[in-house]
């Protein structure tokens, strides 16, 4: 059920700054940006240049809170990558699969994600250790 590799997020402490450095020595370039409250996240979506619509993205995730996800994260690990991304066709259809196969999914419901996505997670600890998440792009096409 996974279609492509969506994208992989890296916890930042400074957005802006992290943007800066992947545009000066990667020459990747900002496809979307927002503020997710729910998630305590202020985040961007990086792509290499011409690869709109086919790319795999890299996700820059800043935290809005210390309690956040992301805080705790790089409170316990410093900056670098959180989360490995799967597109799926079908997020629920996908959460339960794997439920039924044993994984934690973090989420009973699939959450709103990135551009009006819905998302959930693998715990990482079924998951070798890898915070995977499922992402079902908005039926617009945006992702
Ligand atoms: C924690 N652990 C990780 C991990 N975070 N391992 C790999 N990758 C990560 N990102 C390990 C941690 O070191 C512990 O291992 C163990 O898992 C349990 O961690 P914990 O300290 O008890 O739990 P927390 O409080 O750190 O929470 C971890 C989880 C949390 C994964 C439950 O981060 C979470 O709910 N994540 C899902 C939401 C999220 O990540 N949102 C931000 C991105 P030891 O020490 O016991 O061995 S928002 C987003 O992606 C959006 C909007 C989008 O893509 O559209």
């Not at 709103?112 to 039926?139: C, I, M, Q, Y």
Request: charged residues 25%; without cysteine; hydrophobic residues 45%.
């Amino acid at each position: 059920f996974v279609t492509a590799i969506d994208h992989v997020g890296i916890a930042v402490p400074d957005l802006d700054a992290a943007i800066a450095f992947h545009r000066e020595h990667f020459g990747l370039e900002v496809a979307h940006e927002e503020v997710n409250e729910e998630q305590g996240v202020r985040e961007a979506m990086l792509r290499a240049p011409g690869t709109a619509g086919t790319e795999t993205q890299i996700q820059l995730l800043a935290p809005l809170r210390e309690d956040s996800a992301i805080g705790k994260f790089l409170a316990k690990s410093g900056p670098g990558l959180q989360q490995l991304a799967y597109r799926v066709s079908d997020v629920d259809a996908a959460a339960a699969a794997l439920r039924a196969q044993g994984l934690r999914l973090l989420y009973e419901e699939a959450k709103r994600g990135t551009s009006n996505s819905r998302v959930n997670f693998v715990h990482p600890k079924d998951a070798g250790g890898v915070l995977v998440e499922l992402v079902e792009p908005a039926r617009d096409g945006a992702h």
